[in-house]
């Protein structure tokens, strides 16, 4: 079932936002602008990308999720968004390392909010616009490249020689962690579908399974196997192992259809319980905002060794249609929001 275009406040705030009241439902309203705490800059928004998460949150998929994140019968915040760049517009008290007019991107986190005119926060969780590139660019970075580079070089521990299996080598997160465990100096395996396959190579990936012609690796040979799609068994995961290798999960999951009880969260959870009793290194990963990782995206890109990968852009008003499109389950790489 699309998602519903159905909220409107009329015109009784500062700022447009896309908000939600109830799960499946959300709207262009006009709320009051943020006003800056210490600590906190408010950015004029120029850009957002959508993520997982967002559709996760609009959902309220899965089940299960609504109970311990998202709030049981209706969103606990009703802005949805993460990731943006943008303009400075001010600075809270204690801020010193951002100015006005300072070019920034930056994650929101579990705070939300960034389908906005502006958003107000932390100056912990944004960093410097990467030069050279766009704010819609910069945008798509936040969450999926943090994702990537903290899943590759901080928890998979990848080093020159490396052999690195990415499952969904095509989304969002995928297409950075191609890029990243190249500029890491590892050997990447990419598994993706047959309309991704030029898209992946032409990434830098050594090697392309294509899942729709190909049987998906048997062999125990890879130190790092990155899954981002949810779609295997954790023995499929484990049996590519080389000794002493890591899986590291995040994510992934089924889009389209009435929400699930426990969705992407069943391999997580399965993954943890069997961590207890194996000698194998599974590891769950967990993103928060951070301008380190951010700082390392930052320096990625300006090297020519990172570049953002946009599938589509949409106006902020058509932010239901965006989400519905990432529902189709055809997105490749990011969708990005313009405001």
């Known amino acids: 079932m699309p998602i519903r275009w159905a909220l409107s406040d009329g015109d009784h ?8 009241e109830k799960y499946g439902e959300m709207g262009l309203v006009d709320v009051a602008q943020p006003v800056c705490g210490p600590g906190t800059v408010l950015v004029r928004v120029h850009a957002a990308s959508i993520n997982a998460r967002d559709w996760h949150m609009m959902r309220g998929d899965p089940y299960l999720a609504r109970l311990t994140m998202m709030g049981p019968r209706r969103p606990r915040t009703k802005i949805r968004g993460t990731d943006f760049a943008g303009t400075v517009e001010a600075v809270g008290a204690g801020v010193e390392q951002f100015q006005v007019g300072d070019e920034v991107f930056g ?3 579990d705070a939300h909010g960034a389908f906005a005119s502006y958003v107000c926060a932390p100056a912990a969780t944004i960093e410097f616009k990467p030069a050279g590139i766009g704010f819609p660019e910069a945008a798509a970075l936040p969450l999926a490249g943090s994702t990537a580079l903290m899943g590759l070089r901080d928890v998979g521990r990848v080093r020159p020689g490396s052999r690195v299996l990415i ?12 890029q ?8 990447v395996t990419a598994v993706c579908s047959t309309r991704n396959v030029d898209l992946v190579r032409s990434l830098g990936a050594d090697e392309v399974v294509d899942y729709r012609k190909q049987d ?11 899954d981002l799609v949810g779609n295997r068994s954790l023995r499929d995961l484990r049996q590519v192992l080389a ?8 994510g992934g999951g089924t889009f389209g259809g009435r929400p ?4 992407p969260m069943r391999l997580i959870i399965e993954a943890q319980l069997a961590a207890r009793f194996s000698r194998l290194r599974m590891v769950v990963l967990s993103v928060p905002p951070s301008r380190s990782l951010l700082a390392g995206l930052r320096e990625l890109v300006e090297a020519g060794r990172l570049t953002s990968v946009i599938d589509r852009t949409y106006p902020l008003d058509q932010v239901p249609e965006a989400v519905n499109y990432m529902e189709t389950e055809h997105v490749r790489a990011k969708v990005v929001i313009t405001v």
């Open 13 to 20: 705030g500062d700022m447009k936002a896309i908000a939600q």
């Open 107 to 109: 994650d929101l986190g």
């Open 167 to 178: 499952n969904g080598a095509s989304g969002g997160v995928g297409t950075y962690a191609v």
């Open 180 to 187: 990243i465990a190249k500029a890491l100096d590892a050997h």
């Open 216 to 226: 998906f690796p048997t062999s125990p040979s890879y130190d790092v196997v990155f």
């Open 243 to 250: 000794p002493g290798g890591t899986l590291v999960l995040s």
């Open 260 to 263: 699930s009880l426990v969705g």
